[in-house]
């Protein structure tokens, strides 16, 4: 199950609770594992090459050598995994050859470790929150088993995050800052990237759920419910109490900070927005997202 959309949008934390469900494992935000091993952190606190599960479902997936395959995987997907090519991925055009077997080999890897975490976990439903619109495409075009989560937040909420400083945990062998943006920036990624998302899914008729960031957090059983039946539901939610969710801790990739946050989490919608923003940004906000701002839940 992949959750799609723009960063900022609560990805991290729908991720987590999915993730407490039984038969269901996460990856966390699987587009940056691939490069610079030895730079990456699990959420778990350990280096990525020191943390056993990592281990385990690597080395199922690519071999004792994994490192290496892991390096050689990003520097394919660095020149292949573009948004130049986003038409020939649709099927509107013909991918030049060398970049269809690289898009083909880049979608191998990460189907590889999707079913190599769900071995490890005995898990039926693997999560991969990468966002990232690029990556769904590339699943969508030769995935039959994929199904999404398209997570939408009111623009100005996510702009605001963007502007804001923040720590990023797991990089670079510890604790940096993560990417800022201006409004104005935030606001043209979050309509593009959003689109495509949106063209990716009706143009390869993956079921999927249309979910909003307001609705996960004062609703979240609700929510939660909603995006398990696109795999046959589940069991009862109880780690969902009204809006506080108990957590644990879970091996994934990704920086937020709010990935290594456990145990008892009371949810609280984040209208910073509104005093972050001042009136211009705000306006520019609302006219860069206004046209498919009205088609997503917020």
Same mark, same amino acid.
């Given at each position: ?10 990805? @991290? ?6 993730a407490? +469900?039984?038969?269901?494992?996460? =990856?966390g ?17 350990l !280096? ?11 080395r199922?997936?690519?071999g004792?050598?994994?490192? @290496?395959?892991?390096?050689?995987? *990003?520097?394919?997907?660095r020149?292949a ?33 999707h ?11 693997? /999560?991969?929150?990468?966002?990232? !619109? /690029? ?16 997570? @939408?937040r ?5 702009a ?6 923040? !720590?990023?945990h ?20 979050w309509t &593009? ?11 390869y008729r ?10 996960? /957090? ?18 009862? &939610? ?8 108990? &957590? *644990? ?7 937020n ?11 609280? =919608?984040?209208? *910073? ?6 009136? /211009?940004?705000? +306006?520019?906000?609302? =006219?860069?997202?206004?046209? +498919? ?6």
């Open positions: 199950m992949f959750i799609a959309g723009w960063g900022r949008s609560g990805s @991290t934390l729908l991720e987590r609770m999915l407490e +469900v039984d038969g269901v494992t996460t =990856v935000e699987l587009f940056q594992l691939w490069g610079r091993v030895d730079r990456r952190t699990c959420a778990c606190g !280096p990525l090459l020191e943390c056993r599960w990592w281990d385990d479902v690597l199922s997936a690519f004792d050598d994994w490192p @290496t395959v892991v390096d050689d995987i *990003g520097a394919l997907r020149r995994v573009r948004h130049r090519h986003v038409a020939g991925l649709l099927g509107y055009r013909d991918l030049p050859d060398g970049v269809a077997r690289d898009v083909d080999r880049y979608r191998d890897a990460v189907c590889a470790v079913q190599a975490a769900a071995c490890v976990d005995g898990a039926s439903v693997v /999560i991969d929150a990468s966002k990232s !619109p /690029i990556d769904l495409l590339v699943l969508a075009s030769g995935e039959s088993r994929l199904r999404a989560v398209h997570l @939408t009111d623009a100005r909420g996510v605001a995050s963007w502007k804001r400083e923040r !720590p990023r797991g990089h670079d062998g510890g604790v940096g800052r993560m990417m800022q943006h201006s409004a104005a920036r935030s606001a043209v990624e &593009l990237r959003n689109a495509l998302v949106d063209v990716t899914l009706r143009r993956i079921d999927a759920v249309s979910l909003g960031y307001r609705d996960m /957090i004062n609703h979240p059983e609700t929510s939660l419910g909603r995006v398990l039946a696109l795999v046959d539901g589940a069991d009862p &939610l109880e780690f969902v109490h009204g809006t506080k969710v108990e &957590l *644990g801790s879970r091996h994934a990739l990704g920086g900070p709010g990935r290594t946050n456990i145990g008892t989490i009371e949810l609280r =919608v984040d209208d *910073g927005w509104r005093q972050e923003l001042d009136r /211009i940004e705000q +306006v520019a906000v609302a =006219v860069l997202s206004a046209p +498919v701002a009205w088609h997503y839940p917020k």
